[in-house]
């Protein structure tokens, strides 16, 4: 098997400079796997061989002539097709975007240019980042890697599934409820939700904007830490990024567990969780232990509250930010002459009683034909908490809901400096199986959810299998600002287990 | 106003678009005129994934606003999501404040020159920053339907002021409206064009009527479409005459009907019902969670209240008590503006005359600021010059009756009062030489002569022109008196 497939992004990093390994073979070898492996996994939406390749091309040859290049230089990075790429198909998984191209670069894309990264093409994602499958995708679902009648996890599927199945080494994902983590949990790679303003939202097309947070995915902590590094700071485009410099997160992993507090919440490794997931959190708690951790039970009493919270409080704010496709400015719009000759049939049937506009009737049918169910479910749902005399009952609430939340977690990082349990209460379920019990799907958000509405950093490491072959997660938070203790946290991790470097067979 | 059988009661909502250079959330050009849709950005069009940033100085300008109208200032201030869908609404929601606007409680004198109501304070509600939407133009020609959307308005910083229903007539309305538009003025944060839409108007207006049994309160109606002060008074007048033939003739009070809107046409000169909307909207007001929240120390609320400047009222009363103007002088000054103001101020300090400079830059230099349509900042006689030139009347070195001359030729000359007075070879012209005159005159007109002897004074009047055209320098008061003096000592 190709080295090149093998190897972490540091590695090949350090190779490329030590000049063993050019950009072009390191970006050749992943669009050949891409193009071997996509057809049945289908993480990618968009692929774009000919920038990449001339990127990587441009990179080789300022090598050559001893310019300094970026930290990222040379290394392809694979973009959940919800950040913008200017001129580049932007479809946010939705056929409400399906041709629309951003006249401009997300921040982060920026960053990633100013980096010398190769951005190889877009990954597929539940649309407008509403799901937790990636079976929501207007085009079409993403396969587990690890067995492909599975989803991968979402909203970010494509984006853990591309790591998983080698055919990117670094992989930028979304999270606003655990879209990262928990598909990183399915695919058992490394995925790390940031804190809130730790990586600029301008260009991250918003579902929830007091959720969303981009991060990276990639194979080990090492890997994601120089990602990290890449993609945060403070933005002047974005008022909600945090005014503080980054943490050189890669020179902070070294450091021993020694003295780490490490809180646990009994219940979730109780019931509700598969014993697949609890017994192998356990033995990761063990490995901790025999680092030199300390172990302390934690409560977080507001913690069973969170998923009715946050399917309060994103829907609601998803309502107003997908406002926008209305079909008069860009993106989809409905086929206006059957409209037209539609509303001019019910017209003459209905005589003098009917008001509808043409106006009306544009918005009606651009955003029922542009969106898909989940994203109708949520905006109804958003709108209805949202408006006169049930504003107060649900929306306030699961504000105040909220707090109450974040401050359960800044009473346990008193006395804990991490807290740390499963990413999901089971692995991954089939394809199709909880598309007809959207609730049921919401559950799994279970313990993710408490990082978004909190604002606090969280990442999900691979921690083992099931019976079947599937990964298991676990999860770990810590206080604001505090992403160099999640990465050291997994590092040392990974120094002893090896549950991150399994891969899935793939023909 | 009391020969009426009702109160007319108004509210004046305004919304003024603050000069700034760019727009509120954006870096965009809030420049008027550019062709449709050129000063756009992805924020301000809504693109998927932009995020607004708050524009300080917009922020500065609309807190001094708030100081100026005595407003209560909140703390701690949000921006809150207004949800809609209409097609010039990029977002589907426009960014304003709802619940805690940055200005509540406040003020704004009012009083009319003319004397027809006395000067009160009309209490202002609130003042709040938010974004405009853009423009949508209904294109009916040849059968089109068409909407043409021009969204380089969208996102230019609005301060929205509104008032209690406190104006209680036309009058009333416009004095308010004018005075906000000299304060706005003054303290640099709009320049209230109407024209070019940097000042909106809507109105509230319903009556109380008095009957028999107690005070009725007609429906109130919301009048939109004034393009003018002038179209805002003539629209209540003809509004507050509807309401009540139209309660004369259904009875019909506040709590029977719902509130209506109504737009003023300026060519037929009515108030035309604009259609009902379906159900009143709910918008579903939320915290903008893009924008984080602004806090407002004393620090700031200080250094804001330093920046104001003296106001018009303030300095309306200074001139009066100071200069001495009287208050319609003062009116028409401050009117003007603090530019005209200044050169006032300076002015009569050049020349010691308060009196003397008020009514010359009153007549004069407004006289020629309104022919030339040139504002005092071009004016081509400098403060300086103008206080020379009338210190020298003052002092008896330029007859008065030259004064003018000597003005236009430093006027169109640029010339300076000395060179202007050598050019029209002006001198002061002493008793002596003026006697000589007279008695000149007196000796060439005897017929003039007999008829003032005979009791025709006006007679003398030839006389002064004769003397003007012999020596342009005599005073023609001073010949007056002086011929009437030969003719009266040589008949006794």
Same mark, same amino acid.
């Given at each position: 098997m190709n080295t090149i497939l093998q190897q972490s992004a540091a590695d090949l990093l350090a190779r490329m400079q030590a000049g063993d390994l050019s950009a072009v073979e390191v970006t050749r070898t992943f669009l050949d796997r891409i193009h071997r492996t996509d057809g049945d996994l289908?993480?990618? =939406?968009?692929?774009?061989d000919e920038g990449a390749m001339a990127a990587a091309e441009r990179v080789d040859e300022r090598r050559a002539r001893g310019e300094s290049l970026g930290a990222l230089a040379g290394l392809p990075v694979a973009i959940k097709d919800v950040l913008c790429v200017r001129g580049q198909r932007t479809t946010c998984g939705s056929r409400m975007l399906a041709a629309f191209r951003p006249p401009y670069d997300a921040t982060l894309v920026t960053k990633l240019r100013q980096a010398d990264a190769i951005l190889i093409g877009k990954t597929n994602m539940d649309e407008f980042a509403m &799901?937790?499958?990636?079976?929501?995708s207007a085009f079409h679902p993403v396969r587990? %890697?690890?067995?492909?009648? *599975?989803v991968p996890g979402g909203s970010s599927g494509g984006a853990a599934a591309s790591i998983a199945a080698r055919q990117v080494p670094l992989s930028i994902g979304t999270d606003t409820g655990g879209s990262i983590r928990q598909p990183a949990s399915f695919c058992g790679v490394v995925g790390l939700k940031p804190t809130y303003?730790?990586?600029? *939202?301008? +260009?991250?097309?918003?579902?929830a904007s007091s959720l969303d947070q981009a991060g990276p995915l990639a194979r080990d902590a090492r890997d994601v830490a120089l990602l990290l590094e890449a993609i945060a700071g403070h933005d002047? =485009?974005?008022?909600?990024?945090?005014p503080r410099p980054v943490s050189p997160y890669a020179s902070q992993? #070294?450091? %021993? =567990?020694?003295?780490l507090r490490v809180g646990v919440v009994r219940s979730h490794l109780a019931? &509700?969780?598969?014993a697949a997931v609890s017994s192998a959190v356990e033995a990761a708690l063990d490995v901790l232990r025999s680092q030199g951790a300390t172990l302390l039970d934690i409560d977080l %009493?507001? +913690?069973?509250y969170g998923v009715a919270a946050y399917y309060v409080i994103a829907p609601c704010e998803a309502s107003s930010n997908l406002a926008?496709?209305?079909?008069?400015?860009?993106g989809f719009r409905t086929h206006e002459p059957d409209m037209l000759s539609e509303l001019a049939a019910e017209r003459r049937t209905a +005589?003098? /009683?009917?008001?509808?506009?043409a106006l009306m009737r544009l918005y009606c049918r651009t955003r029922t034909e542009g969106f898909g169910l989940e994203v109708k479910r949520r905006i109804m749902l958003g709108t209805f908490a949202l408006s006169a005399g049930y504003q107060g009952r649900y929306y306030q609430k699961a504000l105040q809901v909220r707090r109450l939340i974040r401050q359960d977690y800044d009473q346990a990082f008193e006395r804990v400096d991490i807290v740390l349990g499963?990413?999901? %209460?089971? !692995?991954a379920y089939r394809l199709g199986e909880k598309l007809s019990d959207p609730l049921s799907m919401y559950m799994g958000d279970l313990f993710t959810v408490g990082a978004n509405l909190a604002g606090l950093p969280a990442i999900s490491i691979p921690c083992g299998f099931d019976d079947q072959g599937l990964p298991i997660g676990m999860q770990a938070l810590a206080p604001p600002f505090e992403e160099g203790r999640l990465l050291r946290l997994a590092h040392q991790y990974q120094r002893c287990t090896d549950w991150h470097t399994r891969r899935p067979k793939l023909p | 106003m009391s020969t009426q059988p009702y109160e007319i009661i108004i509210g004046l909502e305004v919304h003024v678009q603050l000069? !700034?250079? !760019?727009?509120l959330f954006c870096r965009c050009s809030t420049a008027f &005129? $550019?062709?449709?849709?050129?000063?756009?950005?992805p924020v301000c069009l809504g693109m998927p994934g932009a995020l607004p940033v708050m524009n300080r100085r917009a922020f500065r300008l609309a807190l001094k606003t708030g100081l100026a109208l005595e407003c209560d200032i909140p703390r701690r201030m949000k921006w809150d999501r207004k949800n809609y869908f209409y097609p010039d609404l990029p977002k589907g929601y426009q960014i304003s404040q709802f619940? =805690?606007?940055?200005?509540?409680h406040g003020r704004l004198w009012i009083y009319d020159p003319q004397d027809r109501f006395p000067p009160r304070p009309i209490r202002i509600l609130r003042a709040h920053l938010e974004e405009d939407a853009g423009k949508s133009m209904? @294109? /009916? $020609? $040849?059968g089109q339907q068409d909407s043409r959307i021009d969204?380089? *308005?969208? +996102?230019t910083p609005l301060l929205e002021i509104v008032s209690q229903p @406190?104006?209680?007539s036309p009058q009333e309305a416009k004095a308010y409206l004018t005075e906000l538009k000299l304060l706005l003025q003054y303290l640099g944060v709009?320049?209230?064009?109407m024209q070019e839409g940097s000042l909106r108007v809507d109105a509230n207006i319903n009556l109380h009527i008095t009957t028999s049994s107690g005070s009725v309160a007609t429906p109130i109606v919301e009048v939109k479409n004034m393009n003018s002060f002038r179209a805002v008074e003539r629209a209540m007048e003809y509004e507050a005459q509807r309401q009540y033939a139209e309660w004369q003739a259904t009875g019909l009070t506040r709590e029977q009907a719902p509130k209506q809107t109504r737009g003023w046409d300026d060519q037929a000169e009515v108030t035309v019902a604009q259609r009902q909307k379906e159900?009143?909207? @709910?918008?579903?007001?939320?915290?903008?969670?893009?924008l984080a929240p602004v806090i407002v120390d004393d620090a700031l609320l200080e250094q804001t209240r330093a920046e104001l400047g003296e106001l018009p009222a303030a300095l309306r009363e200074r001139l009066q008590r100071?200069?001495?103007? #009287?208050a319609y002088s003062a009116d028409v000054l401050v009117n003007q503006g603090r530019s005209l103001v200044d050169y006032f101020l300076e002015v009569a300090e050049a020349c010691g005359d308060a009196k003397r400079a008020g009514n010359w830059v009153q007549q004069d230099v407004l006289r020629v600021l309104k022919e030339r349509q040139m504002a005092i900042d071009r004016f081509p006689v400098s403060a300086s010059a103008l206080g020379d030139l009338l210190q020298r009347i003052g002092r008896g070195e330029i007859p008065s009756a030259r004064g003018k001359d000597v003005f236009q030729r430093m006027l169109d000359h640029g010339e300076s009062p000395s060179q202007a007075v050598d050019a029209l070879g002006i001198e002061a012209v002493d008793e002596e030489a003026v006697y000589a005159l007279c008695r000149e005159l007196l000796d060439a007109n005897p017929r003039i002569v007999e008829d003032v002897r005979g009791g025709?004074?006006? $007679?003398?009047g030839a006389l002064i022109g004769q003397a003007k055209k012999r020596n342009?320098?005599?005073?023609p008061a001073t010949v007056k008196r002086i011929c009437l003096e030969l003719i009266q000592r040589a008949s006794s």
């Open positions: 289908q993480a990618f =939406l968009l692929v774009d &799901g937790s499958s990636n079976e929501n587990n %890697p690890w067995d492909r009648e *599975r303003g730790r990586v600029s *939202r301008y +260009g991250l097309v918003a579902f002047p =485009l974005d008022s909600t990024s945090a992993m #070294d450091e %021993p =567990l020694k003295g019931e &509700g969780v598969s %009493p507001h +913690g069973r926008r496709y209305d079909g008069i400015h860009f +005589g003098a /009683e009917f008001t509808e506009s499963p990413t999901t %209460p089971t !692995t | 000069l !700034t250079k !760019t727009k &005129g $550019a062709p449709p849709n050129t000063q756009t950005c619940d =805690l606007p940055l200005a509540r209904h @294109d /009916e $020609a $040849a969204l380089n *308005r969208a +996102g @406190d104006l209680r709009s320049d209230c064009n159900e009143s909207s @709910d918008y579903r007001y939320f915290p903008d969670p893009d100071d200069y001495q103007l #009287d025709k004074t006006q $007679a003398v342009p320098n005599a005073d």
